[in-house]
């Protein structure tokens, strides 16, 4: 059973009908159509900014990869790479910069993706474009991820790939700016529980947050994304 505007059961006979579709809009409605509007008009211009990054041509059509909007620059951080050197958005320019926020004990997600990210890598490679991307693994649990700990354990799936952590107080404005979360916790029994975003972040040339990558990751779809992004911006 339907209301009227005004309140009063409608049966949906069609003088009623058309009296009420007739009847001059309040301005409760007009507000409501003008903030559609509006929304569409803002729609329309993020999706014009996005498309600038590739030159003014259509986005790629992507497999796994979400693009969003508008590029965003990232704030400066500085973390400390397993080598010892900083690792600042300065060494995100230059390429393609996959990023993912995870911990050296994580029992399933995080080797599951290191795994995917290797099987990327080697396909890459294959075809030539190992130079224009990167793969970074950031540890959220700084505490337990000693640099050499955490060094060994992203260098069993490829000693390419970055690892980095930093303080909890790094590590928060950093996960923040990209939109990802993670949280630590120690239960009564003194064990350690990390829970942290799934997503890897895209990071352009221009060290610009760009789109995320949802899981579950497939080689495959990461091998083609990663190429489309390259062949549609040329870089």
């Known amino acids: 059973m339907a209301f009227g505007r005004d309140g009063t059961e409608s049966i949906g006979e069609a003088g009623r009908y058309n009296g009420w579709m007739t009847a001059p809009a309040p301005a409760s409605h007009r507000s409501f ?14 999706l014009w900014l996005g498309s600038r990054q590739f030159g003014g041509a259509a986005r790629p059509a992507l497999d796994n990869a979400v693009l969003y909007p508008q590029p965003r620059p990232v704030p400066e951080f500085r973390l ?7 690792l600042t958005p300065a060494d995100w ?69 970055i690892a980095a952590t930093g303080s909890d107080e790094q590590l928060t404005a950093l996960t923040r700016s990209l939109g ?43 091998v083609h994304d990663l190429a489309a992004l390259i062949a549609a911006t040329g870089r």
């Open 80 to 86: 400390q790479q397993a080598d010892g050197r900083p």
């Open 93 to 161: 320019r230059g390429r393609w910069n996959v990023v993912y926020f995870g911990y050296a004990s994580c029992p399933d997600v995080c080797p599951t993706t290191l795994a995917s990210f290797k099987q990327a890598w080697k396909v890459l490679g294959e075809r030539g474009l190992a130079e224009r991307v990167r793969f970074d693994f950031v540890s959220v649990d700084p505490q337990r991820d000693t640099p050499e700990q955490l060094g060994k354990y992203v260098a069993f799936f490829s000693p390419d790939f």
């Open 180 to 222: 990802l979360l993670y949280s630590r916790t120690t239960n009564a029994d003194g064990a350690i529980e990390v829970d942290h975003s799934g997503s890897a972040v895209i990071i352009d040339p221009d060290a610009h947050l760009v789109g995320i990558f949802r899981p579950p990751f497939a080689a495959a779809a990461l």
């Open 33 to 46: 159509v003008w903030l559609i509007l509006i929304a569409a008009l803002a729609a329309a211009v993020g």
